[in-house]
């Protein structure tokens, strides 16, 4: 496996044909076709769906398509940089944040990363728990922040502390909830809840909040990672979710939404975490340094 394949199949997902795919290669259609063909022959399935209206990449291709893409990519930049003379981890930093309801907690740290090195450019995006470690492990992201008891532990991955989260349940104004003075815990099994991944620190204390009346955890619980979207949810609905307090205490919130002060919802310690066998690079370090100044 050679990063020529590589691009040859990047190219096809691409264009969505394999002639396509050549033309903007400048190579032949067959030379194309047979580094794909060698590449599925060394993965043991296929990356594409042959049809007469094209290429369209399977189920087992996409994962790899995708990782290649970013493979092709960071190539690409890192041969702009050396012939530009920076460094590849000067211009580009790449951040998961997980859960991500919780990219908040971020805001301040990127702010001054970002008014400081003008330079570069910041990828944040906000993987499950799980896809977030596998991500750092193998390269695709630089910096993973998350709950330190769900990220830590791992001998390949190196954490540094990042202040500590404190989440809020919210609702919309004029919920039933809010006619009450303090809700109980039991009062929340009446509605259903978002929750960012059903992998978060708080899902099962919830689940065992409607359980014990009686009811099926998994069938009150919504999956939703993008928070502008739980937010039009929750204003429009009687869903319940939870927000970072940071965000709680603005005042776009305060206009529509009224949080809860409850409980089972203790501060969580966060981290911030990088690949144990590499020293992060200085963007890395100086957003690691914001992070935990808070």
């Known amino acids: 496996m050679n990063t020529v394949k590589l691009r040859h199949a990047v190219a096809v997902d691409r264009a969505g044909s394999f002639s ?3 033309a903007a290669l ?3 259609q067959s030379t194309v076709t047979r580094s794909v063909a060698e590449l599925e022959r060394d993965l043991g399935h296929l990356l594409f769906e042959r049809g007469a209206r094209g290429a369209t990449a399977t189920p087992e291709g996409r994962d790899f398509l995708e990782r290649a893409a970013r493979i092709v990519a960071d190539l690409d930049m890192l041969a702009a940089d050396a012939r530009s003379g920076a460094t590849a981890r000067r211009s580009l930093l790449r951040i998961g944040v997980c859960p991500p309801s919780v990219q908040g907690l971020v805001n301040h740290a990127l702010r001054r990363l ?5 330079s570069l450019c910041v990828q944040l995006s906000a993987p499950s728990v799980e896809r977030g470690a596998q991500q750092l492990r193998r390269g695709d992201i630089d910096l993973l922040v998350g709950p330190q008891s769900l990220v830590g532990g791992d001998p390949a991955i190196a954490t540094a502390p990042a202040g500590l989260l404190r989440t809020k349940l919210f609702a919309r104004r004029g919920h039933p909830l809010t006619r009450r003075e303090q809700p109980a815990l039991g009062d929340l099994a009446d509605y259903k809840l978002i929750v960012p991944d059903l992998g978060s620190h708080y ?3 919830f689940a065992a909040i409607y359980a014990a009346r009686g009811k099926e955890p998994l069938r ?3 999956v939703i990672e993008y928070f502008p979207i739980v937010a039009d949810l929750v204003a429009s609905t009687d869903l319940l979710a939870m927000v970072e ?4 205490r603005s005042a776009a919130f305060r206009q529509r939404f009224v949080a809860f002060d409850l409980s089972l919802m203790e501060p969580v310690v966060m981290c911030c975490a990088h690949r144990a066998r590499w020293l992060p690079g200085p963007p890395a370090r100086a957003f690691m340094a914001a992070l935990a100044g808070g």
């Open 114 to 118: 970002i008014a400081a090195e003008p």
């Open 220 to 222: 009150h619980l919504h």
């Open 26 to 28: 400048s190579v032949t």
């Open 20 to 22: 396509a795919a050549a």
């Open 203 to 205: 899902v099962e204390r």
């Open 245 to 248: 307090a940071g965000y709680e």
